[in-house]
Structure formats: C-alpha cells, structure tokens
C-alpha cells in the first residue's frame, strides 16, 4: 500500500516562515508530478504549486516569489518553503503525487492534509 505522510504544519505569526514535508511510502515504479494544494472551509481545494520529475515547476499566483517547492526523487519526497506567510496564507495544505503502481497502472493519492494558520 502506498501512502503519503505530511508533516510541517503549525501556527505562525505574519512574515514569518514554514516548511512543509511530504513523503511518499510503499512500493511504486515511479512516482511522476509532485504538487501542493490548500484549501479553506466553504471553498474548493486550489493549487498551490507543483513540480514534475525534472525540476519544472509551477506556482499560483498568489504565492509567487513567497513559497518553494522542491523535491528528493531519490527519497520520494516534496517540500513546500513558505516565506513571508500572510493571513490569507491559512488553510489545510495537502500533498499530491502521481504515480506508476507495481501493476503499471497510474495513480493519484492525496496526503491526510497539514494545517498552517497565519496569525496577523
């Protein structure tokens, strides 16, 4: 069974700084694009920023120049580096990853969500 682990979330003041980690556990064939989301109460899960295998990534706009994501391929792992947190910033983040099972079948799986709450 493969899973994702979040950890990294917690309560910050404004302009300060979180990292969050997500690892990948069980046995897979590769594991393809790499991303983070959030979502708030009454609202639609929205993308946060993604990575694919070679490093290409991709932002919202509203965190451009403010969160990295990154990734360890040979640990199965995604970070998200959130600089200059704001209010706005706070929401339950989940991790996503695709990837290819022993079967050879493409999967998605979500990670069980990190709260991060911005206070002002």
């Known amino acids: 069974q493969v899973q994702l682990v979040e950890s990294g979330g917690g309560l910050v003041q404004a302009e300060n700084s979180l990292r969050l980690s997500c690892a990948v556990f069980?046995?897979?064939?590769?594991?393809?694009?790499m991303g983070w989301y959030r979502q708030t109460p009454g609202r639609q899960r929205e993308l946060v920023a993604t990575?694919?295998?070679?490093?290409?990534?991709n932002y919202a706009d509203s965190v451009k120049g403010r969160f990295t994501i990154s990734r360890d391929n040979a640990n199965a792992a995604v970070y998200l580096e959130m600089d200059s947190l704001k209010p706005e910033d706070t929401a339950v983040y989940y991790c996503n990853t695709g990837l290819v099972r022993l079967s050879g079948r493409k999967d998605e799986l979500w990670g069980q969500g990190t709260q991060v709450t911005v206070s002002s």
């Open positions: 990575i694919t295998n070679d490093g290409s990534t």
């Open positions: 069980g046995s897979f064939i590769r594991i393809e694009i």
